[in-house]
């Protein structure tokens, strides 16, 4: 199975600051994902991280707040941007290997604190 | 027995019991389901998935059924350990958007001695 990992593993930040947070896969990889979970919640998928092109965002997350980037197949970076208290969340991403198609494995994720 | 939580529904099973989770999936285009166990501090990890055309499928001490009349997939563990206590999710694809996960919104279960 796929090692992915995470940095940092946790933060605290002030409000209006932006905090990079970076995902690097040890396998092939066909796509990468970034998912924010919210305190005792499930998780939702912020957007796809395109190799090399924008990133394609779902309903309620825009770039200008999450920049992503993806330039080579393994690595990825979200980008917390003007952070509120609100987004004080858990980031995971998560990775489709090529190996393995369908099987979706996930980082541990970063534990965000806004103040 | 089943309790609603602040967030999380909750399952408590006597260790060596067998434990059944149940979910309730969206979109009756989706055509594959994923189960995932999360620990504390930890990523959700897969633990078994199931296509659309099948209605069961077994790994080791976990069985998945599908029975999408009413979008209804279940987990069941046989002789529940005190390593299965974690928060399960099940999560569901199509093929449109392949890859894309959405999860239902997860059992705490809680396994005592």
């Known amino acids: 199975s796929a090692v992915i990992s995470q940095k940092p593993s946790r933060d605290i930040c002030q409000r209006g600051t932006s905090l990079t947070i970076q995902c690097q896969v040890d396998?092939?990889?066909?796509?990468m994902f970034w998912y924010r979970q919210q305190p005792g919640q499930s998780l939702t998928l912020i957007a796809t991280?395109?190799?090399?092109?924008?990133?394609?965002?779902e309903s309620g997350f825009v770039i200008d707040k999450f920049p992503i980037s993806r330039p080579n197949l393994t690595f990825s970076t979200l980008t917390v941007s003007n952070m509120s208290p609100e987004d004080s969340s858990i980031y995971l991403c998560?990775?489709?290997?090529?190996?393995?198609?369908?099987?979706?494995?996930f980082g541990p994720g970063t534990r965000l604190t806004v103040l | 027995g089943e309790s609603v939580g602040l967030h999380l529904p909750t399952l408590s099973v006597q260790e060596g019991d067998n434990s059944i989770i149940n979910c309730a999936y969206s979109?009756?285009?989706?055509?594959?389901f994923i189960w995932y166990k999360q620990e504390s501090g930890k990523g959700p990890q897969f633990i078994i998935d199931?296509?659309?055309?099948?209605d069961k499928r077994q790994g080791q001490r976990v069985t998945v059924l599908l029975n999408k009349t009413v979008k209804h997939l279940s987990l069941q563990i046989a002789a529940t350990q005190p390593g299965d206590s974690a928060v399960y999710f099940c999560?569901?694809?199509?093929?449109?958007?392949?890859?894309?996960?959405?999860f239902g919104a997860g059992t705490q279960v809680v396994v005592t001695p």
């Open positions: 998560s990775a489709l290997l090529a190996i393995s198609y369908n099987e979706q494995f």
């Open positions: 396998s092939q990889v066909t796509m």
């Open positions: 991280a395109n190799q090399g092109s924008e990133a394609t965002y």
């Open positions: 979109n009756s285009a989706s055509d594959y």
């Open positions: 199931i296509r659309s055309n099948m």
């Open positions: 999560a569901e694809n199509w093929d449109d958007s392949w890859g894309k996960l959405q």
